[in-house]
């Protein structure tokens, strides 16, 4: 999408043409500019150790990162269709208008143009996306958990997510999220899924401080 004839009217000379001197350039940057995350970001910073402790957790976080990215999608898709019967009807309008009401007409269809080029990209890197998480989804699930009810792994995941909270929260966080913790943690800690992690935690801390 070349957008420089855009904006060449609010510019002088000098200034356009600097950009026009990297013309290229900003056209790339255009193209490959980042939208939604990587694979290192999807692995490493959404599903983290920390927040998400176990593969259950993680392959669930995925289906719910690719069902944001697919209603996302499905969302876009009506807002380009919108765009599209816009754009074709200033252009049915510009064939007959004049004056002031043709150059209302040509910013319309321009800014038009330039969103749906741009809604074009979004929906690509949403596809792109849906995909990776649909990658990520078939890696992690092993046969280990059921993949059939979200509520089957979260005992396990929610307690060791929240001690993991616990663990590194700070001495002056607010007494609610406090009693939050240490209640999640005490209705959980003796949950048959959890007692053999809880014993090894204790074993290996020498006392059960974080855990009580």
């Known amino acids: 999408m070349d957008s420089l004839k855009q904006i ?15 013309k290229d350039e900003l056209q790339d940057a255009w193209g490959k500019n980042q ?13 983290n150790d920390a927040k998400f402790p176990t593969k259950a957790s993680k392959y669930w976080q995925s289906v ?4 944001a990215h697919f209603n996302e999608l499905t969302s876009l898709s009506f807002e380009i269709r919108r765009k599209e019967i816009d754009l074709k009807e200033v252009q049915e309008r510009l064939k007959v208008e004049k004056g002031y009401i043709k150059e209302r007409l040509e910013v319309d269809r321009d800014e038009l143009l330039y969103c749906l080029a741009t809604a074009e ?9 849906i995909m990776q998480w649909s990658m990520l989804k078939k890696e992690l699930n092993d ?28 001495d002056n966080i607010p007494s609610e999220e406090r009693l939050s913790i240490k ?9 048959p899924v959890n007692k053999e992690f809880v014993e090894k935690l204790v074993n290996k801390k020498g006392d059960n401080e974080n855990i009580s």
Do not use: C, M, Y
Not at 17 to 22: A, F, M
Not at 64 to 67: D, L, S
Not at 183 to 191: H, S
């Open 8 to 22: 060449r009217s609010i510019l002088d000379k000098k200034e356009f043409d600097k950009l026009l001197e990297i």
């Open 35 to 47: 939208i939604f995350r990587t694979e290192t970001q999807a692995r490493f910073a959404v599903l």
């Open 64 to 67: 719910r990162e690719q069902v």
């Open 121 to 129: 990209r979004v929906a690509k890197d949403r596809v792109r996306e």
């Open 143 to 170: 046969g280990s958990f059921d993949d059939k009810n979200v509520d089957t792994h979260q005992r396990e995941s929610l307690f060791k997510a929240v001690l993991n909270r616990a663990q590194v929260a700070p």
């Open 183 to 191: 209640g999640i943690i005490n209705a959980l800690k003796d949950e």
